[in-house]
């Protein structure tokens, strides 16, 4: 198994694909499953990982990044952190299980996270920036990538903090072009997306509100330094959306709502297996249709009746019951 391609190993030849860490979503059951349906992705992001003060992990915590869980492309574990110390203990815990690349979560929008001046919340304070990257890298032997926003409050923040970020030898940059605050409201500030490219010569790869194939070519015609592309609740939506963008537009992709069945019941079985309780693998599989369901054009409804459910077997004979009424599949 590959654990991990670093960013240097892209071609030109097509739009390089990674899958967003989306938590309580895209964990490596979901990842493997989809790989093996769909395809589609050269890579994906683990959702983030917080660290520890006591830098002593527990299994649990690590299961989602272990090389024997990952069969899919190759991973990039995420970190959310504001200690440099802790960040690099963590690292070098994930370089010794293989990743050569980790990713530094500087996005996340919730309140309890950015209150506590991590993910998003950072933002505002670029000093703080600046020191905690002269001592995370100073004690890790990975490469960093960063995953961040515009800014926490004000569009420009990331603008003024592209100085800091041109100082150090990044791996790549994941930007998402909204502001904290704004969590996923409003429309992506492509405005200000292009400014932060044209400030750095780091390899910049775009996230947002990637949903479907003409979205994609409109946004690498008028943005075509841009080194990767990361797609979330796009590809959730329609997991055929990948493969669709890597070939272009040019030869059709068979969608079959077979392979979608199978997907879903795989992703099922193995939740079942691996959570305790009824609830939890019912609760996941409702988080995946509320992005799967728009996808076909009985979706919304038919959401309504998942969402009623509370047992697996409540849950499956619902999902079975859609799936021999033939959906049809829009996307
Ligand atoms: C339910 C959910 C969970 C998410 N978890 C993470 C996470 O763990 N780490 C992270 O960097 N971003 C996380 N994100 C943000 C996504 O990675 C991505 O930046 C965002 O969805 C925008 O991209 P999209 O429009 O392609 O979905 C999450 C988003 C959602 C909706």
Not at 16 to 43: C, E, K, Q, Y
Not at 69 to 79: E, H, V, Y
Not at 245 to 270: S, W
Request: charged share 20%; with cysteine.
């Amino acid at each position: 198994m590959t654990v991990n391609a670093p960013p240097a190993q892209r071609t030109d030849s097509e739009p390089f694909l990674i899958l967003a860490p989306m938590r309580g979503l895209t964990d490596a059951v979901f990842r493997n499953a989809f790989a093996d349906s769909f395809g589609g992705f050269h890579s994906a992001m683990a959702p983030f990982i917080s660290t520890v003060s006591a830098r002593r992990y527990k299994p649990s915590q690590l299961r989602d990044v272990l090389p024997e869980n990952n069969r899919g492309p190759a991973l990039i574990p995420q970190i959310l952190s504001n200690d440099p110390e802790d960040f690099a203990a963590l690292a070098r815990v994930l370089f010794d299980l293989g990743y050569p690349v980790v990713n530094w979560n500087l996005g996340c929008p919730f309140r309890r996270v950015a209150g506590k001046l991590r993910g998003s919340g950072l933002l505002p304070h670029p000093d703080r920036i600046d020191a905690f990257l002269d001592q995370a890298l100073a004690g890790m032997p990975n490469r960093l990538s960063i995953k961040t926003r515009l800014g926490r409050h004000k569009n420009n923040e990331l603008l003024s903090l592209m100085p800091v970020f041109n100082r150090y030898p990044l791996a790549e940059l994941i930007v998402h072009p909204r502001t904290g605050i704004q969590m996923y409201t409003g429309a992506p500030d492509l405005e200000a997306y292009g400014a932060c490219l044209a400030a750095t010569s780091l390899p910049v790869v775009f996230n947002g509100d990637i949903g479907d194939l003409v979205t994609f070519q409109t946004l690498s015609e008028q943005f075509p330094q841009t080194a990767g592309w990361m797609i979330g609740r796009g590809a959730l939506a329609n997991p055929w959306l990948p493969t669709l963008i890597r070939r272009g537009g040019r030869i059709g992709v068979p969608v079959n709502v077979e392979t979608v069945r199978r997907f879903h019941d795989r992703l099922l079985d193995e939740y079942c297996r691996i959570f305790s309780g009824p609830a939890h693998p019912v609760d996941r599989m409702k988080g995946l249709w509320s992005y799967l369901s728009l996808s076909f054009a009985d979706g919304r409804r038919f959401l309504k009746q998942v969402q009623k459910t509370s047992t697996v077997d409540r849950y499956r004979e619902t999902v079975d019951r859609f799936f021999d009424t033939h959906p049809e599949w829009i996307a």
